[in-house]
């Protein structure tokens, strides 16, 4: 097998535990991402990375990944791997260093980090990106092929996709379904 270059980006929702807490959801995100920079685990942008990408938006980590705001929602991007045990292990290293941080921030009994998919009162979808990389001399020409990237890329869902289980609001929990792909929806 080729040698390739592996990465993953993912995107975390709040769950908000305690009705007592008052901080808005894109604050807390914000003050999870300034008290990780804070505790020196990595340095912020000083620049504009896009229009959309403030000065101070995010960062660089020691890991060489990347922490920063999306839209008021917290993102991890893993360092660049070589090898798939390199990018679970990175992958769980962001997972820790944000929950640590949530700790560290004494909110661990009023607010959870989850891996999400989708928001339900706005019906945007996020949660974890995925490339697939090939060679320009893979032959998409000849149909076995085609057949089996085909195959591939429809099941996935059923055998590791995040699924979903509701409706954008507002409506009732009962008249909610389940399904494959957190974008099925949106994709039909």
């Not at 949530?102 to 980090?113: A, K, M, Q």
């Not at 591939?152 to 979903?164: K, N, P, Y």
């Amino acid at each position: 097998m080729r040698k390739r270059i592996y990465g993953i980006e993912t995107e975390y929702g709040l769950l908000i535990k305690d009705t007592e807490f008052k901080l808005d959801p894109a604050e807390v995100a914000n003050q999870i991402k300034n008290h990780i920079f804070s505790s020196k685990l990595g340095i912020l942008d000083l620049h504009y990375r896009a229009n959309d990408e403030p000065p101070g938006n995010g960062g660089f980590l020691l890991n060489a990944g990347r922490i920063y705001l999306d839209m008021g929602h917290l993102e991890y991007a893993s360092p660049e791997c070589s090898t798939l045990t390199d990018l679970v292990t990175y992958d769980r290293a962001g997972d820790a260093m944000i929950q640590d941080a949530v700790d560290e921030l004494g909110w661990s009994d009023s607010i959870g980090i989850i891996k999400n998919n989708v928001d339900l009162e706005t019906n945007a979808t996020f949660g974890c990106h995925e490339n697939y990389l090939v060679g320009r001399s893979f032959p998409f020409d000849e149909r076995d092929n085609l057949k089996l990237l085909s195959a591939f890329l429809v099941t996935r869902q059923i055998f590791c996709g995040a699924g979903r289980i509701g409706a954008c609001n507002p409506h009732p929990f009962r008249d909610w379904e389940g399904a494959l792909d957190e974008e099925s929806e949106d994709n039909v």
